[in-house]
């Protein structure tokens, strides 16, 4: 009983797929129409290879004789080409697909037929033919559409029209076909043995059951697979890029309560009064607004090297880290800082909905140090972030630039492993010792300023930074 069970677990028929959502259905159709051209390259090649073959071989006809086997080569030939331009322009309608059936297995069995007529053997020549063969591979093309009614129907064909041919040997010449019961008359003459084949359409009709379930468990998988790849796809919008890939290529399963230490710079952004102004503004304009906000500020922040942990309204925390080298992250988290102030100079011109946002300003925090990177949450619900005292400085910096009236606070420490890297820029640098709200002790901050006249006409250069690693 638990045989049977397993059995049926793995082979019954999977969702429906009328009841799947049009994106999952959309990916399956583009995934069928691949197959299908597949199919169709195959289909070209055997007729190709029986032309072939067949002006290879001797031809043992009269001259004067009628030779119908280039006529049906040519029009399998035809036939196949139109079908590969068809499947390749759009996908086929079920029923193409099962007149292609029809049509391949018809072309088959007529080749089969004029090779007896052509050669002037007794018609029992035709169910010696080694072409027999390719009914299988006509069988097994049908099964790259991962539909089981198509390699049914497949099947179906074959096994009547072999059933034709028997029909036809027997009928068309009766003189010539000499039933036989002996299996080594029929091997050595033009005798047929009835039992051999029908031993033949049994095993048509086997093959053809055996892909049947390997296409019907294939095409579960298949729906599964789809499904599971557009829905991850999906949720990897919510994740910064490099962190998405991160998960999706991990050997291990993401679980909370696992993470890792590293070293990396913390930037965070925010928007000066924003929750004031976001007052007195529709919903919709609200949301445009922090959409194009974030569609200026993450492309700057991704394009040197950083990945954006989360977007916190209208706050955007990013972080920075290169192969564990602390102050080559802190290079790149003030490089994007710097870049970020430049462009928001261009908001007044290139984005109209952002002319508030910049006149009220934007604020930028930035410090390193140690972190730890993993998952938070629930098994259910889980958030991939970084945790630690750069976290929280990095923040309260972005903050404090309340209290001076400036844009660009970075943490001293920070600042002078960027310059050990040989990092210069035209920004003003101010050295401050700061009582920075939640910190105990007077810090020591530089206050950045970009230069009084800011030369915009040339974009900023986003070149993605080499060597970055995303934490």
């Not at 006529?71 to 068809?86: D, E, H």
């Not at 590293?262 to 009064?273: K, S």
């Not at 040197?304 to 925390?317: L, N, Q, S």
């Not at 950045?448 to 040339?458: G, T």
């Amino acid at each position: 009983m638990a045989l049977i069970e397993f059995v049926i677990k793995h082979f019954r028929r999977g969702t429906r797929r009328d009841l799947l959502p049009k994106r999952v259905h959309a990916a399956l159709d583009e995934r069928e129409r691949a197959n299908e051209i597949m199919a169709r390259l195959i289909q070209l090649t055997i007729v190709l290879m029986f032309s072939l073959i067949y002006a290879i071989s001797p031809k043992t006809s009269p001259d004067e004789a009628f030779s119908p086997v280039p006529y049906v080569l040519g029009a399998y030939l035809v036939v196949s080409i139109i079908g590969l331009f068809w499947s390749i322009r759009q996908k086929l309608p079920h029923w193409s697909v099962y007149g292609s059936i029809l049509f391949d297995f018809g072309l088959l069995y007529s080749l089969m037929i004029s090779f007896h007529l052509q050669y002037m053997q007794p018609a029992s020549f035709i169910l010696k033919a080694p072409t027999l063969l390719y009914v299988f591979i006509f069988i097994a093309i049908r099964a790259l559409r991962f539909e089981s009614r198509f390699v049914i129907a497949s099947g179906l064909v074959a096994a009547l029209g072999w059933a034709a041919m028997i029909f036809y040997v027997i009928r068309i010449d009766p003189g010539d076909n000499m039933l036989t019961h002996s299996y080594v008359e029929y091997l050595t003459s033009n005798s047929i043995l009835i039992g051999a084949e029908i031993d033949k359409i049994l095993s048509i009709m086997l093959v053809t059951a055996v892909l049947t379930l390997v296409v019907n468990a294939s095409n579960n998988l298949l729906v599964s697979a789809v499904t599971e790849q557009v829905a991850a796809r999906d949720l990897s919008r919510f994740f910064d890029t490099s962190i998405a890939s991160g998960i999706r290529e991990s050997a291990d399963q993401l679980e909370a309560g696992k993470g890792e230490n590293r070293e990396a710079a913390i930037l965070f952004v925010d928007i000066r009064g924003f929750s004031r102004m976001a007052a007195d503004m529709e919903a919709s304009d609200v949301m445009l607004t922090l959409s194009r906000y974030q569609s200026r500020i993450v492309p700057i922040v991704q394009n040197c090297g950083g990945v954006i942990d989360k977007f916190m309204g209208d706050g955007i925390m990013a972080t920075f880290s290169v192969d564990g080298d602390r102050a080559a992250g802190s290079v790149l988290a003030i490089e994007a800082a710097e870049r970020i102030l430049l462009d928001v100079e261009k908001w007044q011109e290139e984005e109209p909905a952002l002319r508030d946002i910049r006149e009220a300003g934007i604020g930028i925090g930035v410090a390193s140090g140690p972190v730890a990177f993993g998952a938070v949450g629930q098994e259910n619900r889980l958030e991939i972030t970084v945790i630690g005292s750069a976290v929280n400085y990095s923040a309260k910096l972005e903050k404090h630039n309340k209290v001076l009236g400036s844009r660009l606070i970075v943490a001293a420490n920070t600042y002078r492993e960027a310059m050990d890297k040989n990092y210069r820029s035209n920004f003003a640098a101010e050295y401050k010792t700061a009582i920075v709200e939640g910190v105990a002790e007077p810090q020591e901050i530089v206050v950045l300023a970009p230069p009084v006249k800011v030369e915009v006409q040339a974009p900023v250069d986003l070149v993605p930074v080499p060597g970055a690693r995303p934490v």
